[in-house]
């Protein structure tokens, strides 16, 4: 599927002749913010050395020599972010949510995190995961590996061949857990520095983020020393919060001195302030946990479709997003079955649905423009000027081909969009663009 | 795919030679009861003139001489039953699902209804609502159409060359909707009688049901009417029953003179007793009602993708079969925005999850073996001895190929049924047989 290049004709002055310079052609829709969506039938949208330019209804003369792509009737939407997945758990996706997180945790995520030990197992576990996130919506995804340096290696050099833009954390853990995946404290911080010196230099597309599993996973001595590392090295962080009522109970056990579960991070300088990061979930967060989020500017990792199927509950994520708190989307996997971040725009309205009928009615339900932003630009976020067709965002998109979901109806370009996240899956992914480069 | 012929030994005395006699081999698993499941790794399963003869572990001689079809490691289970869908609405699935229940009938699926009265319309619509119903893993279904007479028997004509086995109504409105979508009493039931003596001996797996809309849709006199028509023909009844808050407040207006929403079809005959009967949804049915339903042996379409999309709140399903009510599953097409039954299996459980979290946990949410009974030997009762592959049964099975559901994991036949709901589609049913015909 090339580019077709036009004719440059003679009067264009400003040529611009890159590889990651061209104009395509289609329905395009993206968000600048929560409330609307930006849709142009028939528009252009121009891609200057992999940053957009932006989107016109007739194509201005200065890029008419640009290579144009014309996708016809397809959507072309910016590239979906994932804000948090196990790549390891990707393998009992589907399988054993009939248990809340912690038994859950014991059941099926350790004994299978236990396996990437093996470094052919992980090879051959990766190599499906990363071929399936390849083929989906996403275009950006902040990882969870294990605590497995060879193994979190492997996957970050398949990632990095996928094209695909991510953040990948070998996994600390050095205690409540099985031997088999305990790490002693200084077996954890001197894996992490052997990792982080490894992987230096090492990838255009994929960044270590620092990674304590969560609270209980860690000791203070590690969650300082982890602290210490994401300073050093100026590395995001990524973890867990506030998932599960019997989580948080035991948080405050093991950290009594914190008032909230996130104050239990940001005491070991592990709660954004200095550096980027995200905490998923943030079902339960109180509010002294949501002022924290917001003035440290920590990320939320919304994983609807996890919170669900383990009985955690459902987070009010409207709140979160009048609050001005930065929210983006998830899949969870394998809390969430699939990585389809789509389908998770559904899950997103389907929860606020539930909540509003069963929790507080005084707190609307999620629309489709606001899940719509959350799993583009509001996750993009993350990673810069991204998840937008906005001038200078990264070049990040998705053409979606909806002509087998049949319909005797004219739908108009709003109802075609509103009914991806329930129908559309990989299937539906023509063609992807990560910051330019087409990756199929 | 044909099925291949083993030879027919000389000692076989009883020999079966009905096109619709053989035998398949595979991973079969199916339900006697909502509480278990049952598995055979390599099982032989047995048709016998379009019934189910049993399974077994190893081949009993007397049926070594039927044609074997060996699906190798392909999983075989029962077809599933939809008891609740509306044919017309398959057009705007996944589209305007921001709204409750009476708004989404207006905005949405009154002007959607409304153009069957053009059959040429209606023609294009059921050509692709009958061809992804035939692909999906549903081998009967228990299905709305509209008001118009001439649509509904062109959507009885392609489901009976579909090879499905269905009941079908053409629905009744006689108040309480725009002018276009309502009949006079008198046309409707005039229009009613000569639909059921049309479709009288014409087809074999396609049968009429009677159907009003829902208490608001259907004055008394017209109530009367089709209970009388239901006795007269002996034919079946579906509606709506306690889905929305609102809805069921006007049923009180409009009845005053039931004690619940129920009654207000028992009083006109159209619930149960002496005709089999299915109410779809019962999302806020009282004790009651409940009782009601027990007594009268009506059938409970549970919709759990519905009643999440359209905000109407989560049944209490496990309370319902603890209490020997009968419930099947359905999609609800489209409140629900899928016709895939599998995946219904999954929001079933995902609902009763949240509900257990936020409403009741001294209500156990639901498990595998619960949903799978539901969209199985639940639903097909409504249709006899369906659903189940015990001797007698008739012989309805889907053939799943998950071999495209990649995992390094050597997985347990439990652990590849209980992912189905979750990752599987239409996509993975490698065949259909429906009273022992093969339809693909």
Redesign the interface.
Known sequence: MGISKKKVTPHNTKKVTDMNSFVLKGNICFSKNPHEIQLYDNGYLVCIEGKCRGVFTSLPQEYCHLPLKDYNNNLIIPGLTDLHLHAPQ?????????RELLDWLNTYTFP?EG?YRNPA?AD??YD?FVS?LQRSATTRSVIFATIHREATMLLMDKLEASGLVTMVGKVNMDRNAPDYLTETTEESIRETRRWLSEAAGKYQRTKPIITPRFVPSCTDELMTALGEISVEYHLPVQSHLSENLSEIAWVKELVPSAETYGEAYEKFNLFGRDVPCVMAHCVHSPEAELELLKKNGVFIAHSPDSN???????APVNKYIQQGLKVGLASDVAGG??VNMLRMM?EA???S??R????DSGLP?L??ANVFYLATKGGGEFFGKVGSFEPEYEFDAIIIDDSS?????E?SLT?RM??????ADS?HIRAKYVSGQQLF
Do not use: C, M, Q, V
């Open positions: 990707f393998a009992f996706r589907g399988i054993g949510s009939d299978e396996k197992y051959k576990a499906i399936e669900t199927n383990l009985s955690s509950g459902i079955a699939d559904a309205i389907r929860a649905h539930l509003w009928r069963l929790i339900a629309t489709f979901l049949a319909t005797p109806r739908l109802e509103e009914r991806l996240p329930y129908l299937r």
